[in-house]
């Protein structure tokens, strides 16, 4: 299939030209770095889109008419804005596989979030999420979850759901812990816990070298520098011998 473009990167337009909602043919749509503030509800209509990207501008909300985008698979760029929330109707978007919020100012993730079961990568950094919804243990094809730069002080249980899990990055929180919740994830490979406020690790993270239905069997690199913790040796001979990097 041969996709329609609209490129206007970087023009400066500060709104979106009238005659784009037109365009109902097209699947790819970009609007990155051109100083709009405000996507009209006729961002609806586009039903054939399979890429948009809205990043780098000054947007501080996004219409419920973005979650009648029903042919929106591939990617939606929403980052660097000035987003505070995100609207239940996002999770309408079941068949999305990317979607990018970070670099914004969002407190909290909608529940609905949980229902866009086609996610493979959510990246989220640089927000101000002090928690997470429990419906995200939904995203069961998620394979790379980023956190960085958030205040969060924990994960919810919903997260052993995540069997598809490879890469998650927790880096730049308010961890006091390595969260429970990831004990059993049998593929997530890399970890990365940078600065944070752990102070003490878990003997269950070894506990993929004995048994495969415990720890994290499939790891392959811990990052936990910049945290108050000194590793016990045992644990990262138990983790070297299984062919865990850890760096602290």
């Known amino acids: 299939m041969t996709d329609i473009i609209l490129n206007l990167w970087r023009q400066h337009l500060g709104t979106v030209p009238e005659e784009v909602w037109d365009r109902t043919e097209l699947t790819v749509l970009i609007l990155a770095d051109t100083g709009i503030t405000e996507v009209p509800p006729r961002i609806g209509r586009l039903n054939r889109v399979r890429t948009l990207d809205l990043g780098h501008n000054r947007i501080s909300a996004v219409p419920a008419e973005l979650g009648d985008l029903a042919g ?18 996002l999770g309408r978007l079941t068949a999305l596989r990317y979607l990018n919020i970070g670099e914004n100012r969002i407190a909290e993730l909608p529940t609905e979030i949980g229902a866009m079961a086609g996610l493979v990568e959510l990246r989220a950094q640089h927000n101000l ?19 960085r730069g958030n205040a969060l002080t924990g994960l919810p249980d919903s997260f052993a759901g995540l069997a598809e899990l490879r890469e998650l990055e927790l880096r730049e929180n308010a961890l006091t812990e390595v969260p429970p919740a990831l004990a059993g994830l049998p593929r997530l490979r890399r970890l990365d816990l940078r600065g944070n406020r ?6 269950w993270l070894a506990d993929g070298a004995v048994d495969r239905a415990a720890g994290l069997p499939a790891l392959e690199k811990l990052d936990l520098r910049w945290n108050p913790v000194e590793p016990a040796p045992p644990l990262l001979a138990a983790l070297a011998a299984r062919g865990c990097e850890v760096l602290h």
């Open 72 to 89: 929106l698979t591939d990617f939606l760029y929403l980052h660097d804005n000035a987003l505070t929330g995100l609207p239940a109707a």
């Open 129 to 147: 999420l002090t928690a997470l919804p429990d419906s995200l243990g939904g995203l069961r094809a998620l394979r790379e979850l980023w956190l």
């Open 198 to 203: 752990i102070t003490a690790l878990p003997d």
